[in-house]
């Protein structure tokens, strides 16, 4: 059991927009760590989607945006692309400064 | 253009150990630290732990205490991470990443080391 809490899978139509959540504890989130996003596909290494909440890397499109309250994080993807298709993580860190991760959510793009 | 290079696969049998480098530019050596994230196969994301190369500070997760070792080579700019007594359940593949130390989060990554423990 990862210590962040993801749904498995989430999907939607292209153009359609959908959010992953990512629930944690005080103990992490709610301890006012903050949670940075990942994208991952089969075969490459992560890729930084979203750090410090809510800030896009450059280069990653408008279209991902984050947001965090409490002890949850959300990503949103909007209007979804063919290529958004990949499994994305939450990170955050926990009280003794151990980096911590969601289980992953599964996009799949109907 | 930064980049971080592993070491190729490996496959050791149980019981034996493996450490994998991770080589960086001097510049990223001496302003980020390296986590080290791995992924076994159909499961998700692990992170095993981090290393700051300036202070030697290192962080490893409660379930890798006592089997995995983060070390620095400053003479070449390479990180290492060192898993002993291996099991069957360590088959993965092994990032590095360079970790900004301000927000903490991982922005570049290795291509990757895949670790295969079998007899």
């Known amino acids: 059991q990862s210590v962040l809490t993801q749904p498995p899978s989430v999907s939607g139509a292209p153009g359609q927009r959908v959010t992953i959540s990512c629930t944690g504890s005080s103990s992490n989130i709610g301890a006012g760590f903050d949670v940075h996003w990942y994208q991952k596909i089969p075969g490459t290494a992560p890729k930084l989607l979203i750090y410090g909440n809510t800030n896009r890397p450059s280069g990653v499109p408008d279209r991902f945006s984050g947001s965090k309250s409490g002890t949850s994080a959300s990503l949103a993807i909007a209007g979804l692309q063919a290529e958004d298709e990949a499994d994305y993580y939450c990170?955050?860190?926990?009280?003794?400064?151990?980096?911590?991760f969601g289980g992953g959510t599964k996009l799949t793009v109907l | 253009q930064v980049q971080l290079v592993q070491s190729g696969a490996a496959v050791k049998k149980p019981g034996a150990s493996v450490k994998v480098s991770c080589k960086v530019s001097?510049?990223?050596?001496?302003?980020?630290?390296i986590s080290w994230v791995r992924q076994a196969p159909g499961q998700g994301l692990e992170y095993m732990g981090w290393i700051s190369p300036y202070n030697g500070i290192t962080n490893y997760a409660q379930k890798f205490q006592g089997r995995v070792t983060m070390t620095t080579d400053t003479s070449t700019s390479t990180f290492y991470m060192e898993v002993k007594s291996l099991r069957s359940d360590d088959t993965a593949v092994y990032y590095c990443?360079?970790?900004?130390?301000?927000?903490?989060?991982?922005?570049?990554w290795g291509q990757g080391t895949l670790v295969t423990v079998s007899s």
């Open positions: 001097v510049d990223t050596f001496n302003t980020y630290d």
């Open positions: 990170q955050s860190y926990d009280s003794s400064l151990s980096g911590v």
């Open positions: 990443a360079r970790r900004n130390t301000q927000w903490l989060f991982n922005d570049y």
